[in-house]
């Protein structure tokens, strides 16, 4: 009798197996599942939300100064007659921007800072570790509103400014995590292959810690959106006539006593949405790239 032979099937590759269980989560947990969601809407909306706006978010006609929400108008229009919703859709990407550049230049500034002290230690852990405790000394938007009133008020030092007060949270969960991880066996095991210490901190450590990175990451983004929106409204951030959140809900605060509630109400809605939706998106990612949490 011919014996039947069973190919081996092929190990899946890790980023395939993370692909299966990302869909796994997003499929069971229907939070998870609508934060994605949510994500992808503001992705939408920063992109290609510019160009598909009713009405130009800079134009301003008096005549229909201050109407409330229409089908011509869905979100009102403020005291210049400009559209709300077209302000608010346009004001996504700038927001989207201010968050991504900030959180990215963060991470290059404390991520990898606490990543080279956590593992070499000695002098380079003291020098961040001081820089961390003199930049947590301050309250963080008050030293935010001070480097921006010193830089002057733009988006460049707005992101700047926020990379800033950001920088003592991810050094110190990055040295937190390098300094476990250093004396690992696959830390020992390039270094008996030859490796030098700055390869090994590059290629082996901090591809481990990037997972717990990438959750930072996700969860800084909406401190960064509150905290740009926050300059905006006492006038230390992006400067009027520029369709941002902050601007949009402090130029209507001073309407709500009289009752044109849109103009402020909707700005806040969609700052209120998005931080919710990162809150949202942490959680997700912490369960998609844990290994613990994988079956």
Known sequence: MTDIVVAPRPSSSGIGALIRHGRYVIGENRVT??????????????VIGP??????PLASNTV???????WSHWFGTDQLGRDVFSRVIVATRLDFFIAIASVALVFLMGGLAGVAAGFFGGWTDRIVGRIADTIMAFPLFVLAMGIVAALANTVENIILATAIVNFPLYARVARAEANVRREAGFVQAARL????????VLGQVLPNIMPIMIVQMSLTMGYAILNAAGLSFIGLGVRPPTAEWGIMVAEGAAFMVSGEWWIAFFPGLALMVAVFCFNLLGDGLRDIVDPQRRT
Do not use: Q, T
């Open 193 to 200: 292959s030859g490796n030098g210490e700055f390869r090994i």
């Open 33 to 46: 599942g609508f934060a994605f969601g949510l994500f992808a809407v503001i992705v939408v909306a920063a």
């Open 64 to 70: 229909s100064a201050l109407k409330p929400p229409s």
């Open 51 to 56: 160009y598909i706006v009713p009405y130009d």
